[in-house]
């Protein structure tokens, strides 16, 4: 049975750090969504990895979108997410999904979660909460050299 297609992104408020992602155009590439929200620990001890995957593997085709699905009314203002995501740092792309519209595509239940979607747009590795740190970057790591096995290079 094949991967399921993952969800494209659905009722986004906003973007920050960079324009509108669309998993269509990013066929081709390895996408790991990050659902979290700033108030969440879990979510701020799983940050420093995602973000260490980002830089080390974005040259190699890597792109990690966070999703921010808010727990408390507070962390719907975009000024208080815009500032969270200064201080912590953050610099890949952030949806608003104010109104959980991605979260429920994904059936998501967890922050924080992470879903590893391949070249072909499907969800092949996932993992809620905390730890599992290895088993996904290892993931990471075997898409991006079957994606680079694919091409030749």
């Known amino acids: 049975m094949p991967a399921p297609v993952a969800p494209e992104f659905q009722g986004i408020g906003r973007w920050l750090n960079g324009p509108p992602q669309r998993l269509a155009d990013l066929r081709g ?3 790991l969504v990050e659902f979290w929200t700033y108030s969440c620990i879990n979510c701020l001890h799983v940050l420093p990895h995602v973000q260490q995957w980002h830089a080390k ?4 085709g890597l792109v990690v979108v966070g999703v ?3 727990e408390y009314e507070e962390e719907k203002n975009l000024g208080n997410l815009q500032a969270a995501v200064h201080r912590l740092g953050i610099t890949y792309p952030v949806a608003q999904d104010n109104d959980s519209r991605t979260w429920d595509a994904y059936g998501n239940q967890f922050w924080p979660a992470l879903y590893l979607v391949d070249q072909d747009g499907r969800i092949v590795h996932q993992h809620f909460g905390e730890g599992g740190y290895a088993a996904t970057e290892d993931a990471i790591r ?4 079957a994606g680079r096995a694919h091409r030749g290079a």
Not at 57 to 60: A, F, K, L, N, S
Not at 142 to 145: H, I, M, S
């Open 29 to 31: 590439k390895v996408v």
């Open 57 to 60: 593997y974005r040259d190699q």
């Open 68 to 70: 921010h699905t808010p």
């Open 142 to 145: 075997r898409l991006l050299a």
